[in-house]
């Protein structure tokens, strides 16, 4: 099969690298263009990057230009957009317009109501709301976003429980790391030897995301799921990996034994599609006392899956755990990688 050419707008920076290390060996796509700032465009992305991984900057990657953020400029039809929020909303407005398919990482459209804000493991229907930003927006490309990388976990883990017996009231507490900040992000000053119980915006948007993802398709709009959501997020010294705890309340009966047994049965589209970036269990439950830890579990299922660990009762809602996820893998260049793999498979890309 030819490999479809892909661009990736906001490519050098933390999710950006991200994206052109998963890009790699990809088998459905062959990364052919790259852009970012007016700072780095005109550049060899080798130049231009201040490359931040630790495995090598892939060799393909090292010697393409970098072009500016601005249409048609030679770009291909699929686009993944990880640029800075300040940014992403003009930009990827502009590129859909201009008739190109762009898979975004950034929060600019993901709660407008004719934009799918997916994870393909639980909303892959969502997908359709495509067909209504076309004929609003009258764009001969489409935008199609993946979450917040703290909503991203918390999520994976809540679909499994809330289809089989229903949420009620969910209270999540995030510790998120550095890298979710962007490079070079927080000051060393403000985070060594603390912790900022603060990140502008992000509970607004984990709260109202989870809603959208876990809401149902109807007449052509997402009616958000009918439970209460409570985030408190804070920034911790970790590199990559955002861990949160989480305590539920139910709306069946069940039991800790129930909700692992349904987190470990948990398979889902991307599964059953064998989608190349789909990680095997989307769901991965730890029996140790003090695991999902970021310097162990991060990597789990090649940095796809949601690790959950430390399941037991909770004497203020029903139950309690905690759940990591990498967050820009996972919750970023991964996410949007699976979103663009589905819309393949589904036939979005046509
Ligand atoms: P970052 O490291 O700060 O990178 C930002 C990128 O945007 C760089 O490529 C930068 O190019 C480009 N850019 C900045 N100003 C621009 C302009 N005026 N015109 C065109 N390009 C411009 O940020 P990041 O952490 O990769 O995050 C990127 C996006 O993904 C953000 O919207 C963020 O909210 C979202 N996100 C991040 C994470 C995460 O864990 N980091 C997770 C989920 C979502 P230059 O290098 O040329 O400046």
């Known amino acids: 099969m030819k490999k479809l050419e892909v661009g990736i707008l906001g490519a050098t920076g933390m999710v950006g690298q991200r994206f052109v290390t998963l890009l790699e060996n990809h088998p459905w796509f062959e990364l052919a ?3 970012a700032s ?13 490359w931040r991984l630790r495995r090598p900057m892939p060799g393909k990657a090292r010697g393409l230009l970098v072009h500016e953020c601005v249409p048609p400029n030679a770009a291909p039809q699929l686009l993944f957009s990880s640029l800075d929020s300040k940014v992403a909303g003009e930009v990827e407005r502009a590129f859909a317009e201009a008739g190109h398919v762009v898979v975004s990482n950034s929060g600019s459209y993901r709660m407008q109501p004719d934009v799918p804000l997916l994870i393909p493991e639980v909303n892959p229907d969502h997908l359709t709301l495509v067909r209504v930003q076309r004929q609003r927006r009258g764009w001969k490309g ?3 976003t993946n979450p917040n990388c703290t909503a991203v976990g918390l999520v994976m883990s809540l679909a499994p429980i809330h289809r089989a017996f229903g949420l009620d009231r969910v209270v999540m507490t995030s510790m998120q790391a550095v890298s979710g900040a962007g490079y070079p992000g927080v000051p060393t000053l403000d985070i060594l030897g603390n912790v ?12 109202a995301e989870t809603r959208k993802l876990l809401g149902n398709l109807e007449d052509g709009a997402v009616r958000p ?6 985030a408190q997020c804070n920034r911790v010294l970790v590199e990559d990996g955002h861990l ?19 987190w470990r049965g948990f398979r889902a589209i991307p599964q059953e599609l064998d989608l190349p970036s789909a990680p095997a269990r989307p769901v991965v439950v730890r029996d140790e006392i003090d695991r999902p830890q970021p310097k162990f579990d991060v990597e789990t299922e090649g940095g796809m899956a949601a690790v959950v660990g430390r399941v037991r009762p909770c004497p203020v809602l029903q139950f309690k755990y905690a759940v990591l996820s990498h967050n820009t893998i996972r919750g970023a260049a991964g ?11 589904r036939g979005y890309l046509d």
């Open 335 to 345: 996410a949007a990688l699976l979103n663009a793999e589905l819309m393949k498979a």
């Open 225 to 230: 799921a009918d439970f209460a959501v409570s």
């Open 244 to 262: 949160e705890t989480v305590s539920v309340a139910l709306r069946s009966p069940c039991s800790v034994a129930d909700l692992i047994e349904t």
């Open 196 to 207: 900022i119980p603060y990140i502008a915006h992000e509970e607004e948007k984990v709260e």
């Open 142 to 144: 489409m935008i199609v």
């Open 38 to 50: 007016d700072r780095s465009a005109g550049k060899s992305y080798g130049e231009a990057c201040n």
């Open 33 to 35: 263009w790259v852009a």
